[in-house]
T-cell receptor, first 114, second 118 residues
Framework: AQSVSQHNHHVILSEAASLELGCNYSYGGTVNLFWYVQYPGQHLQLLLKYFSGDPLVKGIKGFEAEFIKSKFSFNLRKPSVQWSDTAEYFCAVTASGNTGKLIFGQGTTLQVKP | GAVVSQHPSWVICKSGTSVKIECRSLDFQATTMFWYRQFPKQSLMLMATSNEGSKATYEQGVEKDKFLINHASLTLSTLTVTSAHPEDSSFYIC??????????????FGSGTRLTVV
């Protein structure tokens, strides 16, 4: 069965620091990859998604992610974080042919100190 | 953009009673919806896939008789927690695909329902 693993459970950064959150998945076939953000008390919002094409995907709020097929990875990056980026971040994967169900990683709590 | 409305946003019920949660796609048709459960500080665990006009597909370990799912129309799926107990207290979230007939597209999430069973 497909699974998603996020290596960093809790990350604390100062404002303007660079961010990279790891995400690895286990599935040998074609996948579609997503990063979602959940701000405190709010619902999930899509940051970016990868379906095909350029493996470097740019999303909202200055986030980007790179799909490296050989490493089964889809790491999220931001060059300079802001206090407002404090939130929970989830990587998610759906595999072709599995009815489209989205499987989430464990999530990473990002705390940005002003 | 696509919007999914989920109600109620929070509910408190007594142990042994049943609670129904609604998930509506407001401006698109969703033949497939998904129900998730999220414990505090944890990830979203997929409970079941709701298919319009047919039985839901439950994930391993999810009791289908406890969590009844009905997807009677292209815009509405309901999750009923039957005979709720305190251990069912959680955050329940629904999600809908907005273009299921065209391969993977976007997923839109409801705002979630906080269920507390006392």
């Amino acid at each position: 069965a497909q699974s998603v693993s996020q290596h960093n459970h809790h990350v604390i950064l100062s404002e303007a620091a660079s961010l990279e959150l790891g995400c690895n998945y286990s599935y040998g076939g074609t996948v579609n990859l997503f990063w979602y953000v959940q701000y405190p008390g709010q619902h999930l919002q899509l940051l970016l998604k990868y379906f095909s094409g350029d493996p470097l995907v740019k999303g909202i709020k200055g986030f980007e992610a790179e799909f490296i097929k050989s490493k089964f990875s889809f790491n999220l990056r931001k060059p300079s974080v802001q206090w407002s980026d404090t939130a929970e971040y989830f990587c998610a994967v759906t595999a072709s042919g599995n009815t489209g169900k989205l499987i989430f990683g464990q999530g990473t709590t990002l705390q940005v100190k002003p | 953009g696509a919007v999914v409305s989920q109600h109620p946003s929070w509910v408190i019920c007594k142990s042994g009673t049943s609670v129904k949660i609604e998930c509506r796609s407001l401006d698109f048709q969703a033949t497939t919806m998904f129900w998730y459960r999220q414990f505090p500080k944890q990830s979203l665990m997929l409970m079941a896939t709701s298919n319009e006009g047919s039985k839901a597909t439950y994930e391993q370990g999810v009791e289908k008789d406890k969590f009844l799912i009905n997807h009677a129309s292209l815009t509405l799926s309901t999750l009923t927690v039957t005979s709720a107990h305190p251990e069912d207290s959680s955050f329940y979230i629904c999600s809908a695909r907005d273009s299921p007939g065209q391969g993977v597209s976007g997923y839109t999430f409801g705002s979630g329902t906080r269920l507390t069973v006392v």
